[in-house]
């Protein structure tokens, strides 16, 4: 978390040339050269596809550098003849295409910028006209809505189109596969053809499966200098949550200009990611920069060691039958209650998860309290005894809430193997382990 500043670093104009393609038209201030940084906002923000949509909202991040981004792009029908002046190139072929957005240092207003955007009569004009004789109305916003600082923590405001239940319509039991996944920290990508709204906010909520108030610690245990983290922090003037997406791992719309020069880095194998795209030859043609790609409710990936891994489980569907008994028992809420209660399914989940995996790894004297203060030294020795060490049974999945005989005891042999644990998974009543690393 890091002091208050001005969130909107800046405002642009972009439009597709039949000749030149994806060009930017305008941006505000001049001090952010966005050619200069390199953000290829011209490509994300007017995506693969988009001529086939009236309309669509974008989502995605300038890559190089920790900054998010909004934009809204129209497809105007224009009528042969109708422009005036003849003597210029003819850059519109039956439809004028326009995206205007906004690069910002965090989400939290995302849903102002998306009705500023979408309903101002100012911003209307700059889509329907060919030469738009002012961008004021766009640097005015910028002015009032800098005046008031947030505090940039990668916010994520509760919308509608990016509550749990959407996923649920959308993914099914595959859903639980993601959530699966999610916490072997994989390249995930999602493919859409336009529109891409849907999507980008999906990506919010898809981002918060693994959240766990552990995930830092277990990092630590494969990287001492990891200091990102999925966080859900209870408000106390709220019965409801900050929820904050990773930084590093959300990248929203990524463009296949993005993935074929592996912008910072982000795309190479270990550099876990929840992003969508609307470039389909990705699939085949770019393997190394993604672990599983997911199409519809289709999940595929070209990693041997995964196959089994995405097939969805007794455990799954019996998840799914929860999330939808949850959803009706919730179903008078309100749309932000019901979101929040199946974040907190997961959470709560996952804590419990990554808790007995981390109090039965062999190593765990050595490191430091858990960040509930709930496991004193005292208590860690006779949880290690009660363990013989470093064993974790089927039992104790059971009691943890899993079901190892319907496909968790392989889920959780692959989280040991993912987070390099010193533990053993063994049958109960049995000498022989199912696994260990």
Not at 217 to 239: G, W
Request: proline content about 4%; charged content about 20%.
């Amino acid at each position: 978390m890091t002091d208050a500043c001005a969130d909107i670093v800046s405002v642009f104009v972009c439009h597709f040339h039949v000749k030149k393609g994806n060009l930017i038209e305008w941006s505000f201030p001049d001090s952010f050269d966005l050619v200069k940084e390199n953000s290829a906002v011209e490509f994300k923000s007017l995506p693969s596809g988009s001529h086939l949509v009236e309309r669509d909202t974008i989502i995605f991040r300038k890559l190089v550098g920790d900054l998010f981004a909004i934009s809204h792009l129209r497809n105007v029908k224009v009528q042969p003849g109708s422009e005036t002046n003849l003597s210029e190139d003819v850059d519109e072929r039956g439809s004028r295409m326009r995206s205007i957005g906004f690069i910002c240092n965090s989400t939290e207003k995302f849903e102002v910028y998306r009705q500023f955007l979408t309903t101002d009569p100012g911003v209307d004009a700059i889509y329907e006209n060919k030469h738009s004789s002012s961008y004021s109305v766009l640097e005015e916003f910028v002015t009032m809505q800098n005046a008031s600082p947030v505090v940039v923590g990668k916010l994520i405001p509760f919308s509608e189109g990016c509550g749990f239940p959407s996923l649920i319509d959308t993914f099914g039991v595959q859903l639980l596969v993601l959530w699966r996944l999610s916490l072997l920290n994989l390249r995930i990508l999602f493919y859409s053809s336009p529109p891409l709204d849907t999507i980008c906010n999906q990506i919010f909520s898809i981002s918060l499966l693994p959240n766990s108030k552990y995930n830092n610690f277990a990092h630590s245990l494969q990287n001492p200098t990891y200091q990102n983290s999925i966080i859900l922090q209870e408000n106390s003037h709220s019965s409801k949550s900050c929820l904050y997406v990773d930084s590093e791992k959300a990248k929203f719309y990524t463009s296949l200009l993005d993935i074929s020069e592996n912008r910072d880095g982000c795309f190479s194998d270990g550099s876990a990611y929840f992003a969508c795209t609307s470039d389909k030859v990705i699939e085949e043609t770019m393997k190394n920069c993604y672990d599983v790609f997911v199409d519809g409710d289709k999940i595929r990936t070209w990693r041997k060691d995964l196959t089994s891994v995405i097939k969805p489980t007794r455990a799954d569907k019996h998840r799914l039958a929860e999330l939808k008994r949850l959803q009706v028992f919730h179903s008078e809420s309100p749309p932000g209650e019901i979101h929040y209660a199946f974040l907190k399914y997961f959470a709560d989940l996952n804590d419990q998860i990554m808790k007995v995996l981390l109090q039965t790894n062999a190593n765990f004297e050595a490191q430091s309290d858990f960040p509930d203060g709930s496991f004193a030294i005292s208590e860690r020795s006779s949880i290690l005894s009660d363990n013989l060490g470093m064993e974790l049974s089927s039992s104790q999945l059971s009691g943890i809430g899993l079901l190892p005989n319907c496909g968790d005891m392989e889920f959780i042999q692959e989280l040991v193997s993912h987070h390099n644990l010193n533990v053993v998974v063994v049958k109960d009543g049995g000498c022989c382990p199912l696994f260990s690393f």
